[in-house]
């Protein structure tokens, strides 16, 4: 005879799972309530509508928030590994999630800071089974990852070109055409390296003009090499078939259908 499932796998089988019937109708149910916490947040921001419906705003805030509150709870009851899930990714977004209300006691305002509840609507693709979206998701961190080190690079040569750049059009310029310090000056010169422009800053003199030509032109290179690393690692990168199962152990999600054990951490799976 098998064993029967504990209160506690049935609870994780329903919240981390989007394997089962329980498990998507949850997170169905979840992703509407998200949906419309968001909403919520979103219209009390509005003047007209805050002054009329104050209250009813407060009465759904805190509807929202209790249960949220209630789930993040469960999970952590639920998880095998509680720490492992406060700190994961999802873990920390669900969690901020909750904070907001709560801050509103001590801080006026911070309610609104609720809005970061959408990043919970990421699990949308483990709630409709997109496994594909999953998994290109996947594909994405890890070309990031493997490119880490070769961004890092660029990024530190282009923070030094700055900060030259700057520095000579703070002298070139000076302080009567709005470069006042060098820190303002290296502010020009990444608002124009990154082609961003806002034009509250400009050069007059015909050398800080030319110096500005080519801060303008590098800009258009510079932006290219970031997207040709991480374009080279995609290519490089293996693409895999996967599910939406989590990893009980580290959290992890998306494993070969076959998987017997963590991607992450080694963890076996339990046969069905």
Wanted: glycine fraction near 6%; include cysteine; proline fraction near 4%.
């Amino acid at each position: 005879m098998s064993k029967q499932p504990s209160l506690r796998q049935k609870i994780y089988t329903v919240i981390f799972e989007a394997e089962t019937p329980g498990g998507r109708n949850f997170d169905v149910l979840l992703l509407l309530m998200i949906l419309l916490s968001v909403l919520t947040v979103s219209l009390e921001s509005v003047v007209a509508l805050h002054r009329e419906y104050f209250d009813y705003f407060r009465i759904l805030e805190w509807f929202f928030t209790i249960i949220f509150t209630i789930e993040y709870i469960l999970r952590i009851y639920s998880s095998p590994r509680p720490i492992k899930y406060i700190f994961s990714g999802f873990g920390i977004v669900d969690f901020l999630s909750i904070v907001p209300t709560y801050l509103s006691f001590f801080v006026l305002g911070s309610q609104y800071f609720a809005v970061v509840r959408v990043l919970r609507l990421l699990r949308a693709a483990r709630i409709f089974k997109l496994t594909r979206f999953i998994n290109e998701g996947q594909i994405l961190t890890q070309a990031l990852r493997a490119s880490l080190t070769k961004i890092t690079v660029f990024l530190g040569a282009v923070l030094t070109m700055v900060v030259v750049i700057g520095s000579i059009m703070y002298i070139v310029e000076g302080a009567e055409r709005g470069f006042t310090s060098i820190p303002v000056s290296i502010y020009w010169a990444i608002v124009t390296l990154t082609t961003v422009g806002y034009g509250d800053i400009a050069p007059a003199t015909p050398l800080g003009q030319i110096l500005a030509s080519f801060v303008m032109i590098m800009g258009y290179g510079i932006i290219a090499v970031p997207t040709g690393i991480v374009s080279v690692e995609l290519a490089n990168i293996e693409k895999l078939s996967i599910n939406t199962k989590v990893c009980p152990s580290c959290h992890k999600e998306g494993h070969a259908p076959d998987a017997n054990f963590c991607s992450n951490c080694g963890h076996s799976f339990e046969k069905a």
